[in-house]
């Protein structure tokens, strides 16, 4: 079965709605929900968007999908699609790998330099959900 452009859209806004509601029986019935997709690669892109949507959005609901990282599993690494958003919006900021990484504990290391830069820049309305995130990574220590 093929899905158009404008169906896949559609899932993906379902599946957003789902995971907002931070309820495990909702979890539960997207996963359900999802199998009327044919794919396992498609199921698995609906749900990398539908996340990277809310990186950008909701950042409460990627807290409480990181808290609980059991209910996407073993379908869905969350950890690992947010840390790969973050590093891409790092880098679309003017960052470069030398600047930051992720450490063996999943916190975000930055040299002195660039958390410095990224704490004191200004960001729109638009970055406020994933500076959010961003700063629920940053390790204490450097």
């Given at each position: 079965?093929?899905?158009?452009?404008?169906k896949?859209?559609?899932?993906?806004?379902?599946?957003?709605?789902?995971?907002?509601?931070?309820?495990?029986?909702?979890?539960?019935?997207?996963?359900?929900?999802?199998?009327?997709?044919?794919?396992?690669?498609?199921i698995?892109?609906?749900?990398?968007?539908a996340i990277?949507?809310?990186?950008?959005?909701?950042?409460?609901?990627?807290?409480?999908?990181?808290?609980n990282?059991?209910?996407?599993?073993p379908?869905?690494?969350?950890?690992?699609?947010?840390?790969?958003?973050?590093?891409?919006?790092l880098?679309?900021?003017?960052?470069?790998?030398?600047d930051?990484?992720?450490?063996?504990d999943?916190?975000?290391?930055f040299?002195?330099?660039?958390?410095?830069?990224?704490?004191?820049?200004?960001?729109?309305?638009?970055?406020?959900?994933?500076?959010?995130?961003?700063?629920s990574?940053?390790?204490?220590?450097?």
């Open positions: 079965m093929h899905f158009s452009e404008k896949i859209n559609q899932i993906i806004n379902i599946a957003i709605f789902l995971l907002k509601t931070h309820k495990p029986e909702a979890i539960c019935s997207l996963k359900d929900f999802l199998t009327i997709i044919p794919s396992s690669e498609k698995q892109q609906v749900i990398i968007t990277n949507q809310l990186i950008e959005t909701e950042p409460e609901t990627i807290f409480w999908l990181l808290n990282p059991h209910y996407l599993q379908e869905t690494d969350i950890k690992l699609i947010v840390t790969r958003k973050l590093n891409e919006k880098f679309a900021w003017g960052f470069i790998p030398e930051i990484h992720f450490n063996e999943g916190n975000l290391e040299n002195v330099v660039s958390k410095e830069r990224l704490l004191s820049r200004n960001y729109s309305e638009d970055d406020n959900a994933v500076m959010t995130l961003i700063k990574f940053l390790a204490e220590e450097i």
